[in-house]
């Protein structure tokens, strides 16, 4: 009896660190599986977050997001922010060091009170003010499910708005806790 030959697979990574935007955009709209797409430091502006964005309406694999240094400003955030809602597998977005603004850190409020699936934005390092740290917070302690993990920091926000939005947190936590009890 002849055994068949050994079935050829090809491994394909969980997480892929893209070369450049073109590449980003093959892996992602392929049909492998990819949960991690490393872009950061790939200069790919407000351009590339709208080129990413048309990519997430149809990916349906894509867990974790890496946007970090990429001159990424409110504009290109809020393509990004439009899409979110209708993506229910993104649940890492990393957005830090860009330009992004208290418009497109509001833009991003709106898609968590969209029931998006994000639980971790992180947006340090951007140009955010208390405006939009406000935006967010809020949007993120009335998102249901997972407690959500932002990340603020490096931003020109008040140290007394710092202490109410950790305050706030605080007391979410405490009540999602207790009606889980």
């Known amino acids: 009896m002849v055994k068949p030959p050994p079935k050829m697979t ?15 955009m093959h892996v992602l709209s392929s049909p492998h599986r990819i949960r991690g797409m490393d872009l950061r430091y790939r200069k790919i502006g407000d351009r590339g977050a709208e080129c990413l964005a048309e990519v997430l309406l149809e990916n349906s694999s894509l867990q974790r997001l890496e946007l970090d240094f ?16 209708k993506n229910s597998t993104l649940t890492h977005l990393y957005l830090c060091h860009n330009a992004i603004d208290d418009e497109g850190a509001i833009h991003l409020a709106s898609a968590l009170e969209a029931g998006c699936a994000l639980n971790q934005l992180y947006l340090s390092g951007n140009r955010i003010t208390r405006r939009g740290a406000t935006a967010t917070i809020l949007a993120a302690l009335q998102k249901s499910g997972a407690v959500i993990d932002i990340d603020l920091s490096l931003q ?25 009890a």
């Open 156 to 180: 020109s926000v008040p140290e007394d708005c710092i202490q109410e939005i950790r305050a706030a947190l605080l007391a979410n936590v405490q009540t999602k806790a207790a009606s889980r």
């Open 10 to 24: 090809t491994k394909v990574p969980s997480k892929v660190i893209a070369q450049d935007l073109q590449h980003a």
């Open 70 to 85: 990429n001159g990424i400003s409110s504009g290109g955030a809020a393509r990004l922010a439009e899409v979110l809602p």
